[in-house]
């Protein structure tokens, strides 16, 4: 059902006249996270329209990069661009969000019962202090399962990755150690564990490798069926990512550019490592392509949104919408 947001944005964008925006390519690329739903509302989406869609999947770096250097019409980041990045282009650069998705610890181990994790935990066993499940601090977050003697492997990004990004992220607003040794970004520089390009392969090494903990978008550990881990979040509450405790991270104060970073929420009931999906592009009034983008991203922001927690990520909320008009009009 659309909503009044809804509304106002179908009002907006019917000033388009798709008739004179038929038949034509645009290109996307970037985010690994929210791909399987991008291929839904592609696949929706291409039932109504003539406008052809094309959209790579290669990581939110690679996906900033394609729209700077013009290789493609829009870029999918799960990392709004700093004030910095936007202050050296010279285009404009528009910020929408198109679902909210979630970064979760995949597991392959023995048990039957998501395994809790806490902060302190989670700093040493990243950092490869902690090498084994039985670790008595991981043990004790966990009275009623009895971990394995078994080595931890960590498998990681060694890709740009706004997975990556936002981990890090996390991990520096949680840890001063963490923050002053290691900081984050994109490309991290791990010290222990196995590197791998993209969800699908951090996915298909987790399940492969007995003992393993990986991060992963929400989507991808629920389409293969990978347990997932309780995190500790800034209110002390282990909690499980499902689609409402990501949705609550997004209880909080938005700015109008909507560039926010959702994770370690204050909302005690709100998965900590929780984030908006970006969709970003070139401004361009004159631009046939500009104008058809905006028509798919137009149908995102509505009927598009109906498909969001069959992908396991929330819808974005109305107040987010508005703001996403007060942009675009």
Known sequence: MLNKICLILLLFFSLLRPSTISNIIIKGSGATLPYPLYEKWIEEFSRISDIKIIYEPLGSGQGIKDVLNERVDFGGTDIFLSDEELNSIEDEIIHIPTCIGAIVFTYNLPVETPINISKKALVQILTGKIKKWNNYLIQTE????????????????????????????????????????????????????????????????????????????????????????????????????????????????????????????????????????????????????????????????????????????????????????????
């Open 142 to 329: 966990n009275p009623n399962i009895i971990l394995p003697d078994k080595e931890i492997t960590l498998i990681h990004r060694s890709d740009d990755s706004g997975s990556t990004f936002l981990l890090t992220h996390f991990m520096s607003k949680i840890s001063k150690d963490w923050q002053r040794k290691y900081g984050y970004g994109k490309n991290f520089q791990w010290e222990t564990g196995l590197g791998v390009e993209g969800n699908e392969n951090v996915a298909k090494f987790v399940s492969k490798i007995p003992g393993s903990l990986g991060y992963i978008s929400y989507t991808y550990a629920r389409e293969h069926n990978l347990p997932v881990a309780k995190i500790e979040n800034k209110n002390g509450n282990y909690v499980l990512p499902t689609v409402e405790s990501i949705r609550k991270s997004a209880e909080t104060n938005i700015p109008d550019d909507v560039r926010i970073l959702l994770i370690d929420s204050d909302n005690e009931f709100s998965y900590p490592i929780s984030t908006f999906s970006y969709i970003i592009f070139k401004r361009s009034n004159n631009s046939e392509k500009f104008q058809a983008g905006t028509q798919l991203f137009q149908w995102i922001l509505t009927e598009g949104q109906k498909f969001n927690e069959e992908f396991f990520f929330a819808p974005i909320p109305e107040n987010v919408a508005e703001k996403i008009y007060d942009l675009l009009k």
